[in-house]
């Protein structure tokens, strides 16, 4: 089913540890939380979500909570680690008090992004397709 040397699911959980090693790294003080990772799930799948599996997306947020929020400071930080990490990363201008960077690697796609008005730093990461393992 898959055409490359990795399955969806070493995909997956490269892409899990990877997004908590850098929220880890990010936050130092903090544990780091999955709040999304529902597995393999076929973006395309009809109503009744049958289909083949293609790909996943998890989410990892940290902070803390006893600090004013910085997001300036921690889409930086968090631009610094994921290119030292071999990532490509693009940092947008902040809007609304919203700062997030976009970050793509070897097919992997990832988002972080802090807010003004929350301590939380959310990274949100998706796996190739299937078809580009």
Partial sequence: ??????????????????????????????????????????????????????????????????TAPDPEAQIGFAAETLESRGWKVTVAEPSDGRHELTARREGYDLTATARTTDWRLTLTGQTPYVDDL
Wanted: net charge negative; aromatic share 4%; charged share 20%.
């Fill in 1 to 66: 089913m898959y055409h490359g040397s990795v399955t969806l699911t070493e995909a997956r959980n490269y892409l899990r540890s990877e997004l908590l090693a850098v929220a880890a790294i990010v936050v130092p003080d903090q544990k780091p939380a999955v709040t999304q990772d529902v597995g393999p799930v076929d973006q395309g799948a009809l109503s009744d979500e049958s289909g083949p599996e293609s790909v996943c997306t998890i989410t990892v947020e940290t902070g803390d909570p006893t």
